[in-house]
């Protein structure tokens, strides 16, 4: 996705004018002349700056742009399956991981992935409980890494 | 002293621990390089979670070992698919295509590897040398000089954005702004955490670097994914058929294209990829026969292949001596570093002198190790290149997730 440079110089001036306000609210250091506030404060600047810039920049330009172009592949719905799936397989990571456990989750995880991907069951079972299996193995035996059991913690090993 | 230190350096080097990462990276580099999509930053990024867990020597061997396999291992589909496997063999892709298609694809295989071995060791040898004599400069910089460093190196994020440099300016804004979320500053004061204690943590560095480096590329290859791939040339001879001839035909190129490598690669911001790009123009413009470029002539494959491998090491020297990343992949390398306890900067030549020789040994060992290996992987192309790849992306970002876990043992 492209969005129009305007748009994001408006959002990144935007960003910069919060950060600002949000800012003033940080105590100043006794007897310092900088505070935890002036870093930031000048980061805040810049991006007000340069998204002004950014903003400018495309007012200014001859050639009109659109205010969002998709990429090609958004018209291939298999492709946006896809790569929804990576995003959503993520959320569902971080969220389902703890009380379902690594080994369930990242089965479950490796086989809609690749099933997307047009792999067929025959491929993806085995590599499913396969690549599971290496990486408990690797990281949870040999790196002693604490990957989640949930629901498996009694038959832990 | 010199000879203990270098005899202490060696013995790091050549423990079997060390030499059984080397060979295991220098497969898992050649296997990144060669799949088109997974490209050299990918297979450091992969690395370090696993490193994390490793001493520094083999930490760093590793990922030496596995981004100088991975660019060499980016010529071979150039030459069979027409597709490089990594950007930096993208500048003469068409030009060892066009090789393969005449017939020639053992000469442009050949070529690829011969003259990347060539031009990782030329690299080293630069950085061997001007690394410590840079360091022992570098050792009378008081807070005046590092405050300009500093700023130096926040300024090759600039560089690094060739399109625009005003949206350079604000990628490095945005990724100072998030480096100045948690409590560590001066005054220890909790910024933009809104009350959360993982916020007031700030952000560790190897998940992120997963992030933008590996997952996006995942998204990358899922996207694209419905083109099937085809080989232009399945059984391959011997390749190194002519290299000698070819390396006595154009010696000049060589050393340019590996000088320029190695220049081009010590510049903040810029690595392989622009130093092959670089190197291809410019064998183009002074070669006496420039109107055979692009038909399948092997003169620029010659000098680019040799640059984009001591690029590679050329990005170490400011790496090492100053903290500033000369490419992608030192940028992440320079958190390895700090998390070996091998801080980057012109001391390190002197508290971790054993350390640093047997790295430059490691460069050396796994450029020549790419001569067996890369041919193996010549050999195997045909296997390498039809890897399922619908089953490997899940795989890949399943251990995007349990690395990045492993580093600070949290989902967020």
Known sequence: ?157 | MTLTLLGNALALVFDPYVLWVIVASAAFGLFVGAIPGLTATMATALLVPVTFFMAPVPAIASIVTATAMAIFAGDIPSCLLRMPGTPASAAYTDEAYAMTKKGQGEVALGAGLVFSVIGGLFGTAVLIIAAPALAEIALKFSSFEYFWLVILGLSSAVFLAIGDPLKGVVSLLLGLLVSAIGLDNPAAYPRFTFGNAELAGGFTLIPIMIGMFAVSEIVRNVANMDQPWEMAQSKIGNIFDGMWTLTKRYPIQILRGSTLGTAIGALPGAGADIAAWMSYAMSKRFSKEPEKFGTGHVEGIVEAGAANNSALAGAWIPALVFGIPGDSITAIVIGVLYIKGLNPGPTIFMEKATEMYAIFFVFILANLLMIPLGVAAIKGAKQLLRAPREVLMPVILLFCVVGSFAINYSVW
């Not at chain 1, 950014?54 to 492709?79: D, N």
């Not at chain 1, 959320?91 to 991907?117: M, Q």
């Open chain 1, 1 to 157: 996705m492209k969005f129009n440079d305007a748009l994001i110089g408006a959002a990144l001036a935007a960003l910069g004018v919060i950060v600002l306000w949000h800012i003033q609210g940080f105590p100043p250091m006794t007897g310092q002349k900088y505070g935890p506030a002036w870093f930031p404060g000048l980061i805040a600047i810049g991006l007000v700056i340069c998204g002004s810039l950014l903003v400018l920049g495309r007012l200014r330009a001859a050639s009109p742009q659109a205010l969002a172009e998709l990429p090609a592949w958004v018209r291939r719905p298999r492709a946006v399956a896809a790569v929804g799936s990576v995003i959503g397989g993520l959320l569902f990571y971080i969220f389902a991981a703890d009380s379902l456990g690594f080994h369930i989750t990242a089965c479950l995880l490796l086989l809609v992935w690749s099933r997307l991907l047009r792999a067929s069951w025959l491929l993806a079972l085995p590599m499913a409980i396969g690549a599971t299996l290496v990486i408990h193995l690797s990281f949870y035996k040999l790196l002693k890494v604490p990957l989640p059991w949930g629901v498996f913690e009694r038959f832990a090993f």
